[in-house]
């Protein structure tokens, strides 16, 4: 397995492998790796010749009061793991490599990018979207793994990648789940064991949301009302959205139908996790 730091030797090892006409399957990582995050690596592996994952904290998705700095990082158990994985490539560049000064360029996807998530982390996808873009013309992928707890990074994702006539195919998997419910995430690591427990309203929120669908459910408002219920009786909990909305537009819902998102963001103490479900 080959970790490089530098854009030069990435763009290097995809000549060659463009030279011997094997596809490349890319994950794009900001580290401290969890099973959601293998459930990715081990997907590509499978499927795609070659894996190059990167690890890079993204400083331009996060917001001056955001937790750039205290987000968890652990580079040397990343690169154990991902070795035992199959993984070909690490790219770890620093902030300078994929920002160096001067660095003036952003990527914006209009209208979804101002909803759910956006509309409390007013710039985050425009970071995610800068940041992926440069990774994809780096990497120059066949196919790129994301995890469907960020549902709404992967519709904006595949819209920029439709828009921008990019030759990439972004694939969303499943979210991986603790046993209790809870979704994965590196953000986790911020809980202690009583607040992870309050965390569980997220998930049980989306169960009862998803239970009166199948049985029928068809008012919108009623169902949140109930997710809403759920999530209050939880002490720790703050709600920051809770949305039913298009899977694909991203509006809200006026009626239950086959393709919705119902999507939930919580703040547990001071920490923001997010939770989704497609019905
Ligand atoms: O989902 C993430 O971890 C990040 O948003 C991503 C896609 C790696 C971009 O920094």
Do not use: W
Request: charged share 30%.
């Amino acid at each position: 397995m080959k970790i490089v730091k530098s854009v030069c030797e990435v763009k290097e090892y995809v000549k060659e492998l463009r030279r011997k006409e094997k596809n490349i399957g890319f994950v794009p990582t900001m580290g401290y790796l969890h099973a959601g995050h293998l459930s990715l690596v081990r997907e590509s592996v499978r499927r795609c010749d070659y894996t190059v994952v990167s690890i890079f904290v993204n400083p331009t998705q996060f917001a001056p009061n955001e937790d750039f700095n205290k987000y968890p990082r652990n580079i040397q158990s990343d690169i154990e793991i991902l070795e035992k994985e199959g993984v070909d490539l690490i790219f770890i560049p620093g902030d300078g490599e994929m920002y160096p000064e001067g660095y003036q360029t952003y990527v914006e996807v209009k209208n979804l990018q101002d909803r759910l998530c956006g509309g409390s982390r007013p710039n985050f996808f425009k970071g995610v979207c800068t940041i992926v873009l440069k990774l994809f013309n780096i990497v120059t992928p066949d196919i790129s793994f994301f995890g469907q707890k960020d549902a709404q990074q992967v519709v904006i994702l595949k819209k920029m990648v439709c828009d921008l006539n990019l030759d990439v195919k972004i694939e969303a998997l499943p979210i991986i789940r603790e046993k209790s419910g809870l979704a994965l995430s590196s953000r986790n690591e911020y809980l202690d064991k009583k607040q992870k427990k309050a965390a569980l309203c997220l998930s049980r929120s989306l169960i009862r949301a998803r239970e009166m669908v199948e049985t029928g459910e068809k008012n919108v408002a009623l169902v949140l009302k109930s997710m809403k219920t759920e999530i209050e009786s939880e002490p720790l909990a703050r709600i920051d959205y809770i949305e039913i909305v298009d899977s694909e537009s991203l509006q809200p819902v006026n009626q239950i139908n086959d393709k919705m998102l119902i999507a939930v963001a919580v703040f547990i103490n001071n920490v923001r996790l997010i939770d989704n479900i497609i019905v």
